[in-house]
Nanobody, 120 residues
Framework: QVQLVESGGGLVQPGGSRRLSCAASGFRFSSYAMRWYRQAPGKERELVAAIAAGGSTNYAESVKGRFTISRDNSKNTMYLQMNSLKPEDTAVYYC??????????????WGQGTQVTVSS
């Protein structure tokens, strides 16, 4: 069974740091690009960061220089290190495999999400 499970969310003060994890199972994790998205209340889901199978990365302008996406293929896990957090970073963060082959076709796979709240 293919699955993505996020962890690491919680309450953090402005200026603080948090590391999110995304554990993958049921597929060859090392072969696939992966992404982090987030969705704030009343807003559309937005792409935060992406990492290719080969390790190259891309970031939304709003998080460049503050967030770092990485992956450990030996652990089938992706990470999002978030530093200098701001209240506007408050959102549910989702792990995503954008084009995973399962159940006979290529389709996106989503985790259940983890809440990050930045507040004093």
């Amino acid at each position: 069974q293919v699955q993505l499970v996020e962890s690491g969310g919680g309450l953090v003060q402005p200026g603080g740091s948090r590391r999110l994890s995304c554990a993958a199972s049921g597929f060859r994790f090392s072969s696939y690009a992966m992404r982090w998205y987030r969705q704030a209340p009343g807003k559309e889901r937005e792409l935060v960061a992406a990492i290719a199978a080969g390790g190259s990365t891309n970031y939304a302008e709003s998080v460049k220089g503050r967030f770092t996406i990485s992956r450990d293929n030996s652990k089938n896990t992706m990470y999002l290190q978030m530093n200098s957090l701001k209240p506007e970073d408050t959102a549910v963060y989702y792990c995503n495999a954008p084009a995973l082959y399962y159940s006979g076709s290529f389709r996106p796979l989503w985790g259940q999400g983890t809440q990050v709240t930045v507040s004093s």
